[in-house]
């Protein structure tokens, strides 16, 4: 499991340290590590003495740290070059590469083979329009890469991609979320020694093995009912395939099976790509979870359909996926039924979805949510969950899964390959297919759950965009391929 940290959190872990006279010290072992990793990666290019690296220097600590490293850089022999942005400039630092033997230009360097980006780090605030960086320069950023807000990866501005980001205490959300995951780069966290001062982490990711804990194998003893049986409610005589995309990655998924309701036309197609399926057209059976939802439609049939779901859930007490047309038919009458049987709820919406749902069911946070979505999706993500006392798993480049308590996990593994018609289909049959794992698993709670579907999906996409483009019927070979080389 990996945990980041808001720039805050960051800067109050520092600030004890501050206090006690270290701050020099803290950035010298920022500025330290973040030269190592720069002499590594010029070494895996060729000779590091004589090789010409330069930073964008700005006015607060980010540039200080910037100038620091490129004196230690300088003394290993590096053209050390600083290029400042603003009126302002780091006194100590700007001292210490003058020391060095380090210069000071007012452009980038024809011959820099490397850039470290020093303009702005956690203390950035509001939108930047970045200088030209010349093409082909391998780009470190410091910290952060200038333009990201450090609290939620939005970029209101310009940004410049890092080919790697070297960041200095603990790994910051804006690094795992959205537009400022995708302008990191790789991630290498410098450890300044704040441990002990920093608090409670902010959002999570799960490895590889967080995961595939979750998707665990059988035991010897297994019979078909101990590994979980999954109902689908999803698909229509309008849209069939739906039903076939959430049965195939739940049975790709590993379990003991998968139980069909819906209609003929569905049904047919469900039980020609996988005969093992049990179908029918009501939701009496041994389900011990359900997914309700793809290609339901928004008739009359579609809303009973939904609800003959919602009441065995609630009878049962089983828990339920709610994806795609039925987070347009769900109601808060469902949801506090639900709730009260103690059923696990997950909502899996697209950001469009979410803007929807939140106007119908939750309009005291209607206000401005279209914008929150895209510049804070673990907020949007969080607020509807604790609004609506359910797990919310909000799809996107990130994927942002909130418990109603505010324990958050995002998941990168996935690329935009993903962005093609059915993969959300395929996605609501994994978490359902996480959630009747009661028995089994590492990570007991609804939303590592959900975060697991997200990572097995988000991997099975990236492994199948390897092999070129595709549509979510592909999906499935490779999240069995993802379960099986473990
Ligand atoms: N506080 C500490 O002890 C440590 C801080 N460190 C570094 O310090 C950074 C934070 O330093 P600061 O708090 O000085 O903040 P920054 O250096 O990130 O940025 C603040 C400066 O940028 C300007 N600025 C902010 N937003 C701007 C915008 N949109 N356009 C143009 N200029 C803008 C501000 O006027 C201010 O001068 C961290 O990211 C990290 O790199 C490290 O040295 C580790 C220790
Ligand atoms: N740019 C992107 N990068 C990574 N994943 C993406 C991107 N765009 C969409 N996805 C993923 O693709 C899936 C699309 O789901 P959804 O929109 O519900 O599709 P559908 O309703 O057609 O099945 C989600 O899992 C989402 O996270």
Redesign the pocket.
Known sequence: MIHAYTGAAV?AA?SP??RAGQ?AA??RR?AWGLARVVVRELRSHGPVAGATVTALV????????ALWALAFLRRRGVNAVAVPT?E?IHEAGLAALRRAGGRVADQIPVDAVMLIDGV?????????EPPLVPAGITVVA???PSGVDAETGHVAGGVIPADLTVT??ALKTGLVVGAGAQAAGRVEVVD?GLGTYLEESDVSSLERDDALAVFAQPAWDDHKYSRGVLGVCAGSEQYPGAAVLVCSSALASGLGMVQYAGPRRAADLVLTAHPEVVAGSGVEGKAQAWVAGPGLGSDDDARSRLAAVVDACVDGGLPLVLDASALGLVTLDHLSRLRSAGCEVVLTPHQGELVKLVDRLAPHLAGGFADLVKADPVAAARRTAGALGVVVLLKGSTTVSAAPGGRTLVQNEGGPELATAGTGDCLAGLVGSTLVRTQHGGLSATVEKAAAAAWLHGTAGSTTASGGPFGASSLASAVRHALTDR
């Open positions: 800067r520092e340290l501050l701050g803290l950035m920022a700005g006015t607060g600590n980010n540039g200080g740290d603003g302002r702005l780090g956690t203390g950035a605030r509001g939108g930047w410091c910290d952060l200095f205490g300044i």
